[in-house]
Nanobody
């Protein structure tokens, strides 16, 4: 059974940084496509970044160069480092997982492809 627990959200001023974490149980990173998504009030949930089992990453254009995904296998934890935060980054951030087995297929920013989700952690960026 997959369980994803996010942490690290908070309130920061524009230009600041936060690091989100996602403790993933029941997940083997080498067999999963992992991702971070976000949802602002009144908006659709959108993809931020995904990481394929072989390490290939896909970033949304809005965060490329500012956000970075990483993982720590020993702790089975996924991270999202967010730098130079902007007010438009304000949203609930979710960790997501999709089992892919040994297949290196598509691992993109499509929320409908992911079946396992965390409860989310709130990020608020003030100007």
């Amino acid at each position: 059974q997959v369980k994803l627990v996010e942490a690290g959200g908070g309130s920061v001023q524009a230009g600041g940084s936060l690091r989100l974490s996602c403790a993933a149980s029941g997940v083997t990173f080498s067999r999963y496509c992992m991702g971070w998504f976000r949802q602002a009030p009144g908006k659709e949930r959108e993809g931020v970044v995904t990481r394929r089992s072989d390490g290939r990453t896909t970033y949304a254009a809005s965060v490329a160069g500012r956000f970075s995904i990483s993982q720590e296998n020993a702790k089975n934890t996924l991270y999202l480092q967010m730098d130079n935060l902007k007010p438009d980054d304000t949203a609930m951030y979710y960790c997501a997982a999709r089992e892919t087995g040994n297949v290196l297929g598509f691992c993109g920013l499509i929320k409908e492809d992911f079946g396992d989700w965390g409860q989310g952690t709130q990020v608020t960026v003030s100007s």
